[in-house]
């Protein structure tokens, strides 16, 4: 193959190797690997793979992992610099899915915390639930796609992505706490969205319903309860999809806890006090 390594022009890039890029940028809105390149190129597999090497090492693709790259923007400052918004990143490698957790709390300013590792929720089956990518962090959870609801769309630059809405990521948290970084986390998450903007009892009834986890309403029954807020009628839908047996406040704790029958839940995580919680 005769790759285009002649001086590059002094826009970075030689004028071949830009037409290149041009068309896996329209051919390939996503990560592409060797096979999608030359489908899109027109150009034998064992050519398409040394160009690939050639342009990532170059700066002008961006290796995410082993045989799999997305193109760089051709307005990039400095090609070899560059790094994708990990929104982006995620949404090109693990669609459908979208931001959910801890980062859809700090996206919708209900936690003060920060986290450096990306949570993503998904639709595909992905072989590692932590991946480095481009140096930086992502945390997967898988669920099927039906349970992929709940999300608006959000522009990162000049790409759309979706992140869950306000109400979802707090169901999602009351569903799997570690989504939230744990119990404690979740319940100040909770006590900001109901003195937010945000807060939609209904909705966030009907996602729980949907997402059908009878212990996410234990654990909100419970925790709207501790913080002695003017919550009844909430309280009353909690209660009225209990389900029984026994879950605990935060699945992650290996101790039972104290058992709050009212809930059918073991509280194994000492919470802040309701003056401090609301």
């Not at 140096?135 to 979706?162: I, M, S």
């Not at 909770?190 to 997402?211: K, N, P, T």
């Not at 909100?220 to 999809?241: F, I, M, T, W």
């Not at 389900?243 to 029958?261: M, N, Y």
Request: with cysteine; glycine share 10%.
């Amino acid at each position: 193959m005769e790759v285009a390594t002649h001086p590059e022009s002094g826009a970075g890039i030689s004028q071949r190797n830009r037409a290149y890029l041009e068309e896996l940028h329209r051919g390939a809105p996503g990560a592409f690997g060797v096979t999608d390149a030359a489908r899109i190129l027109g150009l034998p597999h064992e050519e398409t793979g040394q160009l690939l090497g050639y342009l990532a090492r170059r700066g002008w693709l961006s290796r995410v992992r082993r045989g799999l790259y997305v193109a760089v923007p051709l307005d990039a400052r400095q090609s070899g610099e560059w790094v994708e918004d990990p929104w982006v990143v995620a949404d090109r490698l693990f669609s459908p899915c979208y931001v959910g957790g801890w980062s859809a709390c700090e996206h919708w300013d209900l936690t003060e915390q920060t986290f450096r590792t990306l949570l993503v929720i998904t639709g595909r089956r992905v072989r590692h639930r932590d991946e480095v990518i481009q140096g930086l962090p992502f945390h997967l959870t898988v669920r099927n796609e039906g349970a992929l609801f709940g999300t608006v769309t959000v522009w990162r630059g000049q790409n759309k992505v979706a992140v869950s809405d306000p109400s979802r990521t707090v169901i999602d948290l009351l569903d799997d706490p570690s989504l939230g970084g744990g119990i404690r986390t979740v319940a100040d998450v909770l006590a900001e969205y109901l003195h937010s903007e945000h807060r939609d009892d209904e909705l966030l009834v009907r996602y729980g319903d949907r997402l059908g986890n009878r212990a996410a309403f234990k654990r909100l029954g419970y925790l709207l309860e501790h913080g002695g807020a003017d919550n009844s009628a909430l309280v009353d839908a909690c209660l009225a999809r209990r389900s029984s047996g026994l879950a605990k406040l935060d699945p992650a704790a290996a101790a039972p806890g104290r058992i709050v029958r009212r809930w059918g839940l073991g509280v194994n995580v000492a919470l802040k006090s309701p003056e401090e919680e609301w």
